[in-house]
């Protein structure tokens, strides 16, 4: 997977900075939930993590790049570094994000999640097409609108004008837009189906360490399980049903659509990015965490399992927004 399609990870090289050693870096939340700044990671070595604020040590800064600094400070508190979420902090800091590729999917991811756009784009493409709109792929919206004949292709754009209430020069704008806000809806789909194996996995290992005579006693170790166990299924729930109460409104909306209320719909999209990726950010980080450390069941011992929980998994709990907020 490309690095800028996690929701964790961050290449420098998708950002105006000044200062060259930066370029081959990477902001990067670790398995605490810190944002560091990752100057090289390998097999044999390792991670190498700065704090961002601890980047004078390593770097020159002066007039010229000071910038680089303050920006990358600001990015580190950032709760996901998916390319919606930081085109949204990035618009709050005062970096022009328009024509910057890298804060887009790449290609790939996004022919990997347009499987999970149908749901979202199905109630636009059945009101131009009608029934045989549920056998139009959901790829590339302006590409349902070719056909082999101009006048075909002319009436699908005229109907769907008629459906939003704007002007045929204004549909391709509103098609790239409609595409795009559902997009970052399927990615998150994406990324919150992607995580479910490994949530099963870690609640049965935490049901295992449960069991443990020893561990049963020591209240700080049942009272981190607990802890941990309950904000990632909360995690977890609240994306699902955000995700399915954006589905419903986008059914909804088509009934007596418009292009305020589509606007109004994306503006609210909008809105909630930030929460659902640093939620989704959260889990996969922690997940990913316990499943590199414990890769099957016969790896790593209760003690060994219950000290993870306590000082890596329960670290960062508390940056996590609820969406219900």
């Known amino acids: 997977m490309a690095a800028k399609d996690s929701l964790h990870i961050l290449p ?66 950032s709760s ?38 149908a749901a979202f784009t199905r109630p636009l493409v059945r009101a131009v097409f009608g029934s045989a709109g549920d056998e139009q792929s959901p790829g590339d919206l302006m590409q349902l609108f070719a056909a082999p004949d101009v006048e075909t292709t002319q009436n699908n754009l005229a109907k769907l004008a008629q459906q939003v209430d704007i002007e045929i020069p204004a549909i391709p704008k509103f098609l790239q837009d409609y595409g795009d806000v559902y997009l970052s809806l399927a990615y998150y789909q994406s990324c919150l189906d992607a995580s479910r194996p490994k949530l099963e996995a870690f609640l049965e290992a935490l049901a295992e360490l449960k069991k443990d005579r020893n561990l049963a006693q020591d209240r700080g170790v049942m009272a981190a399980c607990r802890e941990v166990q309950e904000n990632v299924e909360n995690v977890v729930e609240e994306v699902g049903d955000i995700l399915a109460m954006f589905r419903d409104r986008t059914e909804d909306m088509w009934t007596d659509m418009s ?67």
């Open 12 to 77: 420098l090289s998708s950002l105006p900075l000044a200062t060259p050693g930066l370029h081959r870096a990477r902001l990067i939340k670790n398995a605490h939930f810190d944002g560091v700044v990752e100057l090289f990671a390998d097999v044999q070595t390792g991670s190498g993590q700065v704090a961002p604020q601890d980047l004078p040590r390593v770097f020159q800064f002066g007039a010229d790049n000071l910038g680089d600094l303050s920006l990358l400070v600001n990015l580190s508190q």
């Open 259 to 325: 292009s305020d209320k589509f606007r109004r719909m994306e503006q609210m999209i909008t809105d909630y990015q930030k929460k659902v990726g640093g939620a989704l950010c959260f889990t996969s980080v922690k997940l990913d965490a316990w499943s590199e450390r414990f890769p099957r069941p016969d790896v790593g011992g209760p003690r060994r399992r219950a000290d993870f929980v306590m000082n890596t998994m329960r670290h960062g709990l508390e940056r996590v927004q609820s969406i219900d907020d």
């Open 80 to 117: 996901s570094y998916d390319v919606y979420s930081l085109r949204g902090e990035l618009r709050r800091l005062g970096v022009d994000v328009e024509n910057v590729d890298d804060l887009r999917l790449s290609e790939a991811k996004a022919r990997e999640v347009t499987p999970h756009m």
